[in-house]
Each structure stands twice: as structure tokens, then as C-alpha cells.
């Protein structure tokens, strides 16, 4: 086998050892699933930030909330901002049905409603999140692990050669070396979407919560007026 055939990246793979071979699986597999996450990740992140602005523009523009609530409640498939407020307000007029009169009672069992609901939809982001900073974290060690145990083997081959040259260096090393190269090809894009999305996220969970703290005040200004 001549040194270019050595050289190319099918070749070198197909010529590594089975240990390197499974590095080079795992890495290929964990890239696959990260970009698989990423691009899952990329349409539910920026879907709630849409709905969240419709909504907060709607829920602004001075809607009646019984309104606003029924419409919300009619799509079925409300969540982030409009799952909260729905989930709040119908615990709101759950507990007026009931005939629960205090303010305090009222306004605390809303907050819960919302906190619970809240809870689920930041539960629903970070899905998988975990996986990317996994991933991001490990997979440059991972391939560092293949390519010491690439170059070991290779240096161990050449123990049984007279005199070592280049043409005997080369091929092992390089195939060793794209192990490393793996563990960073499936490292970057994973960091890099990991403190995107966390860091969308956490804009999210602000939102959510200013929302939550002016709806309470809103319904508190109702209840007093009542």
C-alpha cells in the first residue's frame, strides 16, 4: 500500500485500529445527534420567541383579558407566554367560581398557576441542552484519547523497522491526528449553539417572569377595584 492511499482520509480510517475506529464512531455519531439537536433546538427556541411577541403585543394593545383568554385557550396548542397567561387566568376564574373573595388567596393561587406552568415550558427549552455541553465539553478529550492511542500504536510499529523514515511516521500519525480533528469538529458547533440557546433562553425566562410579576399586578388592580 502505497503512502497517498496510506494518506487518504478513507484509507487512513480504514487502516486504523479498532479502538481508534471506535473514537472516530463515537465522535461521528455524537456530531450527527448534536447537529440533529441544534437545528430542533434552533426552529422551538425561535417558534416561542415569535409567539411570545404576538402574544405580548396582543395581550398590550389593550385585549380584554376574558378576551385574549378565550382566544388563547381556543387554539390548543398555546405555550411559553400564552401557556402561562392562560394557565394563570384560568386558575383566576376557577377560584372567583369558587367563591374565594380574598385578594391575597386570588392573586397567590394565580401566581402558582403560572409558576407550575412556567416550570414546564423553561423544562421544555433546556430539553437537550445538556446534550450540546456534553458533547462540547467531552468530544475534544475523546478524540485527544484516539489520537494518543493512535500515535502509540504507530511508534509501536516501528519497532520492528530497521530504520524509521517519514513514509513509516506519516500515515500513523495522520491517522491518529483526524481523531482529534473529529473531537473538535463535533466540540465547536456544540459549544457555540449551547451559549446560543442558553443564552436565548435565559432572555426567555426573563420575559416570562416580568410578565408573570405585571399580570399579577394587573389582576391585583382588578381585584381591588372589584
Do not use: C
Not at 64 to 88: P, Q
Not at 137 to 149: C, H
Amino acid at each position: 500500500m502505497g503512502i497517498s492511499q496510506n494518506l487518504s482520509f478513507l484509507g487512513m480510517v480504514a487502516s486504523a485500529s479498532l479502538l481508534v475506529q471506535v473514537v472516530m464512531g463515537i465522535l461521528l455519531l455524537a456530531s450527527l445527534m448534536s447537529w440533529w439537536y441544534i437545528f430542533q433546538k434552533y426552529a422551538s427556541i425561535g417558534r416561542m420567541q415569535r409567539r411570545s411577541r404576538d402574544f405580548e403585543r396582543d395581550f398590550w394593545g389593550g385585549a380584554d383579558l376574558a378576551t385574549l383568554y378565550g382566544r388563547v385557550n381556543a387554539r390548543r396548542d398555546a405555550f411559553g407566554m400564552e401557556k402561562i397567561f392562560e394557565s394563570g387566568f384560568e386558575e383566576f376564574l376557577k377560584m372567583k367560581k369558587q367563591g374565594v373573595s380574598d385578594s391575597d388567596m386570588l392573586l397567590q393561587g394565580t401566581r402558582r398557576a403560572m409558576t407550575a406552568s412556567f416550570q414546564r415550558e423553561i423544562d421544555y427549552l433546556d430539553t437537550n441542552l445538556s446534550f450540546l455541553g456534553t458533547v462540547g465539553s467531552t468530544s475534544p478529550y475523546v478524540g485527544l484519547f484516539g489520537t494518543v492511542w493512535g500515535i502509540m500504536n504507530a511508534f509501536e510499529g516501528l519497532a520492528n523497522v530497521a530504520a524509521a523514515t517519514l513514509a513509516h511516521v506519516a500515515p500513523g500519525i495522520a491517522e491518529a491526528l483526524i481523531t482529534t480533528a473529529m473531537g473538535l469538529f463535533a466540540a465547536i458547533p456544540a459549544v457555540i449553539a449551547y451559549n446560543r440557546f442558553s443564552h436565548d433562553i435565559d432572555r426567555l425566562q426573563t420575559q416570562f417572569e416580568s410578565f408573570m410579576d405585571e399580570f399579577i399586578n394587573i389582576l391585583q388592580r382588578q381585584v381591588i377595584r372589584a
